[in-house]
């Protein structure tokens, strides 16, 4: 089965600094690896995703990540934090065999100081 | 707009008492997922279903009870036998083929 792992609880990062959160995965087969970001109250929202290709993956809000199949990761960065960076980050995996659910990390929670 | 509708967005609930929360998508897609969220846990799935009239259980599904008679429709019944019933529950759907999922906002359900 799928899993993800992330492995901080707390990213603590001052504004304007390089903004990095860890993943990494374990499949059976090929990964189809996405990262989704969680404000208070709120559902998840889409980032970006990495299926095939280019291994670095530009999305939204000027985050990136960078996929490793050597190291099975897959890295959430920023290259400048902003305060409203501050929220919980979920790394996610689905494998190309088999069903289509989706193995979420624990999240990590990202506190940028002014 | 298409999307997924999760309601209420607060639910109060005494012991002993069954509740339902909504999910509803437009956005043709098959399957729909829920699950529970509670600090420092991350999301553990409490069923899905891939198509109409038929549903899994996830990892979490003692408790709860799910239903899926329409395309649009996923509702997720919180029973008197869920003990620790107060959590943050997400409702989410996707297409059958490799993209991700679309999630709602979801319900707080507090037991008091």
């Known amino acids: 089965a799928q899993s993800v792992a992330q492995p901080e609880d707390q990213v603590n990062v001052a504004e304007g600094n390089p903004l990095t959160v860890k993943c990494t995965y374990s499949?059976?087969?090929?990964?189809?690896l996405f990262w989704y970001v969680q404000y208070p109250n709120r559902g998840l929202q889409f980032l970006l995703k990495?299926?095939?290709?280019?291994?670095l993956v530009k999305g939204s809000y000027g985050f990136e990540a960078e996929f490793n199949k050597s190291q099975t990761s897959f890295h959430l960065k920023k290259p400048s934090a902003l305060v409203s960076d501050s929220a919980l980050y979920f790394c996610a995996v689905r494998d190309t065999h088999g069903n289509n659910r989706l193995a979420f990390g624990k999240g990590n929670q990202v506190v940028v100081i002014p | 707009d298409g999307g997924i509708t999760q309601s209420p967005k607060y639910l109060f609930r005494k012991e002993g008492q069954n509740v339902t929360l909504s999910c509803e998508q437009n956005?043709?897609?098959?399957?729909m997922y829920w699950y529970r969220q509670d600090p420092g846990q991350g999301l553990r799935l409490i069923y899905y279903?891939?198509?109409?009239?038929?549903?899994q259980k996830g990892d979490i599904a003692e408790g709860y009870s799910v239903s899926r008679e329409k395309k649009e429709s996923f509702p997720l019944t919180v029973t008197s036998a869920q003990k620790n019933p107060t959590a943050f529950y997400l409702c989410?759907?996707?297409?059958?083929?490799?993209?991700?999922?679309?999630f709602g906002s979801g319900t707080r359900l507090t037991v008091v």
């Open positions: 989410a759907s996707s297409p059958r083929t490799v993209y991700g999922y679309t």
């Open positions: 956005l043709n897609h098959d399957a």
């Open positions: 990495y299926i095939t290709g280019d291994n």
């Open positions: 279903s891939q198509i109409v009239n038929d549903f």
């Open positions: 499949v059976s087969g090929n990964p189809y």
